[in-house]
């Protein structure tokens, strides 16, 4: 299980607040795929797979707030 966690974004930022799940626990996903967006107090960012395969776990729901390196979700590779 590949846990994706969130990545740094910046210099300065060291929070973000999931915006919206592009991708529901169950779908398929390709590495590189994006998954979720993220929002600082400066941007709105997609944050990609790293590995291709299953979508198994969401750990960070829209609307939390999450500090760099939080794991926002688990992939099943393959």
Known sequence: MVEVRLP??????TK???TSWL???GDRVEKDEPLLEVTTDK???EVPSEVS????EIV???GDHVRMDDV???IEEG
């Open 72 to 74: 926002l979700c688990r």
């Open 8 to 13: 740094q974004l910046g210099d300065s930022v």
């Open 60 to 62: 960070a729901k829209a």
């Open 23 to 25: 991708k529901a626990e």
């Open 43 to 45: 941007v709105t960012v």
């Open 53 to 56: 395969g299953v979508l198994k």
């Open 16 to 18: 973000a607040v999931v």
